[in-house]
């Protein structure tokens, strides 16, 4: 792009702003469009600008990964960044910034996980990581042939006989031609989420789950796999997709040697340990009373920095609270930070937060949980408040947030639904999110900046509309 | 993000997607859209589904990237260039596949770059490149004392007393409150381009440029400047942002010592050479004489391996015709792939095949040169050629392409626009795009597989919805 060129797209720019200027005004004059266009408009902007010239959640974010780093719950890592969060939020002079106490599940990975495939003579290095939640392998590892599979049906119709005594290997990618990444996430997901449970129904003793990612790559993506006491635990793993693809591969060749495939890990489930949701909050000077929550959560898993998931989502949180501080705002409803503990492998905290709805009114909950990537729109769980939300995406129009469409939410805030609070999902582009999802290279410098601050800017501004005309 | 929240997300989308395709009925039923939207939408579809699931314009550019690397005009690595992008449409089987001859100017950088900066008795190196198209310093490189100004006013006052012997160093940010970077980068511009030619008025000797990005980062950004014959023509460099804020720092601090800096490069304009656009099309079936372009720039700065600029423009062009052409489209009007050759310092390319418009009707131009990043939508040069694409908007939504607006276009297609053609540029998410432009890092590891599939089957649609419907 030149210099002249850039010109031409900024002439035009004012040129298309005005315009559109005008049709708003025309807009408000024959629609009854139920709030202040230039007051509102005035005040995003001073949020923007806050946020993207001396904006303090990258530097915040910087802290959280590279000081701290992962932060699985129930780790002195998760303890820390309670600690950090805290201050951050007392610092900021934000209200009733405390502690809420949540028991957490306190699982370890243990030493580092190794595995390899065998066929015949060859043997070869496979890049594993142990699914959360999983058992270990005992100090030996466990080696057995491998059955893959695309999905529960494959593994019902191959049945006990054959899956007996053997290791399970789920192998269905994420489908690449959905546009939304977590949509394919979504699809791909119960291989993972469910695996260990189906496998082991058919006397499976291990299983391996190729890595949920659109990237073609060499990094295991780990995540929380279940179990049910009915059923026995068998070990399960991630395994990197260009890994994945291989042993695909081995499994197809008809030359000599049957695959064997080896793995050991040592992670163990330990008792729950007491942990924390932290929270503050501007208090609402008119309606205090009723609640309105930006969040994401504190804890991530252990192999990488849990920077897109989901420190992104924590200093977004303090950020969109201390935007509105700083431009001099006296919220009308009490605007709360909430940032959970425990959303990886539990979900206690966003749980135990909810015990709060019972007695607080809480009119809406904002989570930030989809990476901290460029700013596209927001989802809204229910079509009324969806509805009355739309009216004000012109205000957000000018900073690149497209729509605010129905269908969102986030883990954390999911338990307030059934207490009548809106969930609304902050719908950052999806397509980078896989490729660092759950891996070591979810990393600090995976963020960019002004991309984070956007966000972060893009929550406050949506906190602020609900704050002053609540959702009607 | 958990699976079990992906899996709403999933539901919900689906239910919202249901949801927007009664409502396109209705709209269909109800207004003229004259446009077929489930036929138009199932071969969209098609495109999407062959550039996600078996798309080359990735692989492609790795080879553009790593195996040619950077391709100012006039190097042997432009000429590769050229000999690569051919074979390619020759590969692909696309009609007319063809060289248009153009002078194109042949700028050398020479030797690595040195610089640094004297304040009394200390010496601290200083990451610099020349600026494109600039002189050089003399084999011995030139020092003087520095003055830093913001922009030509500034300057003016400063006077040619104070000015004379000295070097200007502009150091004017970009604007970080902008949403859109190309509006900061063309804001800030007019120090590289011009700021030669207004120093020298004044009697500098020579020019350093604060890097036009919005990152904090230790590389210089290249970029053309410009000469008038009247004026002496003095050495420019451009000067990393870190460094510009350190030697800025350096001038305000009041301990001993004056400021000098001292610079060396052995940069030098050669005779203009014989170069090429490389031209290849399918070819209409209904009206062939109406020609619709998609292309990029072949060249790039010699730095980095142009990725983003314009590695991703010239191999999503080439994608865009393959994409119809896989998907068994037989384009009722001709659509044309050009890549141009020299955008980056001349634009000759550009200007030599305006020429062609002369005798053949160029009904519209998509030009990709603002990287490969994910994309947002279209601009249009004419209000009422926006207004008329804007009614297919709805057959983009899916795909995330949020918008068609007026404004845009792009550098090489701007000459077509005094032949009647409208103007159309392909817009990406701006964000990223000048951490990247005109350094070192602008390599082929910076981009992201589906996003750059996502913009050539944006483009490839656009391509075929103005080759099924004109515009009108």
């Known amino acids: 792009m030149s210099v002249t060129q850039a010109s031409i797209f900024t002439k035009r720019t004012i040129q298309s702003m005005k315009f559109q200027t005008v049709l708003l005004i025309l807009a408000t004059i024959t629609s009854q469009v139920g709030y202040s266009q230039t007051n509102d408009s005035i005040f995003i902007r001073k949020l923007?600008?806050?946020?993207?010239?001396k904006g303090e959640c990258y530097q915040n974010l910087r802290y959280l990964c590279t000081q701290i780093g992962g932060r699985l719950s129930g780790s002195p890592q998760a303890e820390q960044a309670v600690t950090y969060t805290y201050n951050l939020m007392k610092n900021n002079g934000?209200?009733?910034?405390?502690?809420?106490?949540?028991?957490?599940?306190?699982?370890?990975?243990?030493?580092?996980?190794?595995?390899?495939?065998?066929?015949?003579?060859?043997?070869?290095?496979?890049?594993?990581?142990?699914?959360?939640?999983?058992?270990?392998t005992g100090p030996n590892g466990i080696e057995a042939p491998v059955v893959e599979v695309r999905n529960f049906d494959e593994l019902a119709k191959l049945g006990r006989t054959y899956i007996s005594g053997k290791i399970v290997f789920f192998n269905r990618p994420m489908n690449p031609e959905y546009i939304q990444t977590g949509r394919a996430y979504g699809e791909a997901g119960n291989q993972r989420g469910q695996g260990p449970i189906e496998a082991a129904k058919y006397g499976a003793i291990?299983?391996?789950?190729?890595?949920?990612?659109?990237?073609?790559?060499?990094?295991?993506?780990?995540?929380?796999?279940?179990?049910?006491?009915?059923?026995?635990?068998?070990?399960?793993?991630?395994?990197?997709?260009?890994?994945?693809?291989?042993?695909?591969?081995?499994?197809?060749?008809?030359s000599a040697g049957s695959v064997t495939f080896y793995f050991r890990q040592t992670c163990q489930q330990y008792p729950d340990v007491l942990s924390y949701n932290v929270i503050g909050e501007l208090k609402g000077t008119m309606n205090p009373e009723e609640i309105i929550v930006v969040g994401g959560h504190l804890d991530s898993w252990d192999n990488g920095q849990g920077a897109h998931d989901d420190g992104a989502g924590v200093v977004q949180s303090i950020e969109a609270l201390r935007l509105l501080q700083k431009s001099g705002y006296k919220p009308k409803r009490t605007i709360r930070c909430v940032l959970f503990m425990n959303e990886e492998n539990g979900v206690r905290g966003g749980i135990e937060y909810a015990t709060l709805a019972k007695t607080q009114k809480h009119l809406a909950a904002i989570e930030s949980d989809a990476g901290g990537f460029t700013p596209r729109g927001f989802g809204v769980s229910d079509t009324s408040a969806c509805l009355a939300l739309q009216q004000f995406v012109p205000l957000l129009k000018p900073y690149d947030i497209d729509y605010i469409k129905q269908g969102g939410g986030g883990t954390d805030i999911g338990p307030l639904r059934k207490?009548?609070?809106?969930?609304?999902?902050?719908?950052?582009?999806?397509?980078?999110?896989?490729?660092y999802h759950h891996t070591a290279i979810d990393t600090f410098d995976k963020i960019n900046k002004r991309e984070l601050e956007l966000g972060a800017a893009a929550i406050s501004s949506l906190a602020y509309i609900i704050s002053e005309y609540g959702i009607k």
């Open 419 to 435: 207490h009548g609070c809106v969930l609304i999902g902050y719908i950052p582009d999806s397509q980078r999110y896989f490729d």
């Open 48 to 53: 923007y600008s806050e946020a993207l010239t």
């Open 206 to 254: 291990g299983v391996i789950v190729r890595s949920l990612t659109l990237a073609n790559d060499t990094n295991p993506h780990t995540g929380m796999t279940n179990y049910v006491d009915s059923i026995p635990k068998i070990p399960a793993c991630a395994i990197s997709t260009v890994d994945a693809d291989e042993l695909s591969m081995l499994l197809k060749l008809k």
């Open 94 to 136: 934000f209200d009733t910034v405390y502690l809420q106490q949540v028991m957490v599940p306190h699982w370890v990975r243990g030493e580092k996980e190794t595995a390899w495939v065998t066929k015949g003579k060859e043997q070869k290095r496979m890049r594993v990581c142990a699914l959360g939640n999983s058992v270990g």
